[in-house]
């Protein structure tokens, strides 16, 4: 990517590309559910060294059917784009394909701890990452990110695997599906190459006894936190992830 020093520059071009790509978003599946073999989790965590920031991506690949782990890799390195609202696939982008270059398996699908269509151009990482991957990717958010920063989720009713449709000016933006009972909602959308529908399928079907969140994110998060701390060493900042 060419290095852009005017913020207000950056962010027009990144505005740009964004509403380039939205048109090529394919909301359908791409794939045969029972064909998958093999399922990616991405995760990002960031910290500070003095005035420069820092991230690592990890991937973890697993099994999809019997959530064996097979693979995990991760990159890290500084952060050169700033913070701007609505634009951190272009922060975490760079680093996120110098770790898929890393693996050896090769996933079927890239699942990430963030969004995707649930986004104010339908262009959050997972939809940004996909037409870098070529794969059917989907976002699975811990917290709901309230778009148009006004709308609200409703709380699906408590049972595993109930959801409701987070609808924005009449369009489906995403699910706040409930993986487990008497559990927080998870938010999912998609990425692209798959539909709303089958998104949810595999997060219930990735999710487990031990946590609400399905386990490739799950395995993702816990990885960044670990080479976090070997990466950034004890002066390191936290930086909100």
């Known amino acids: 990517m060419e290095q852009i020093e005017n913020t207000n520059e950056m962010q027009e071009e990144f505005l740009r590309q964004q509403n380039e790509l939205r048109d090529r978003i394919e909301p359908t599946d791409k794939f045969d559910f029972d064909s998958v073999k093999l399922i990616a989790g991405v ?6 060294k003095g005035d420069e920031e820092y991230a690592v991506c990890c991937i973890v690949v697993i099994d999809a059917e019997t959530h064996e782990v097979i693979e995990k ?3 890290s390195g500084k952060i050169d784009v700033p913070y701007m609202p609505g634009f951190l696939a272009f922060r975490e982008l760079p680093l996120i394909l110098k770790t898929v270059e890393l693996l050896e398996s090769d996933p079927d699908i890239y699942i990430f701890d963030g969004n995707g269509y649930l986004h104010p151009r339908h262009m959050g990482i997972a939809t940004h990452a996909s037409f870098y991957l070529n794969k059917p990717t989907i976002g699975i958010a811990k917290t709901y990110f309230r778009v148009d920063k006004k709308t609200d989720y409703t709380e699906p009713e408590n049972e595993a695997g109930s959801y409701t449709d987070i609808v924005i000016d009449g369009e489906v933006y995403g699910r706040a599906l409930r993986t487990h009972k008497d559990v927080k909602p998870v938010f999912i959308s998609i990425g692209n190459f798959v539909s709303l529908d089958t998104a949810c399928a595999f997060a219930m079907k990735l999710t487990d006894k031990e946590s609400h969140i399905p386990i490739p994110t799950r395995l ?11 990466e950034r060493g004890p002066q390191g900042d936290r930086k909100g992830e």
């Open 43 to 48: 995760d990002l965590a960031y910290w500070n």
């Open 220 to 230: 993702a998060d816990l990885e960044t936190h670990i080479a976090r701390e070997a």
């Open 73 to 75: 890799q991760h990159y």
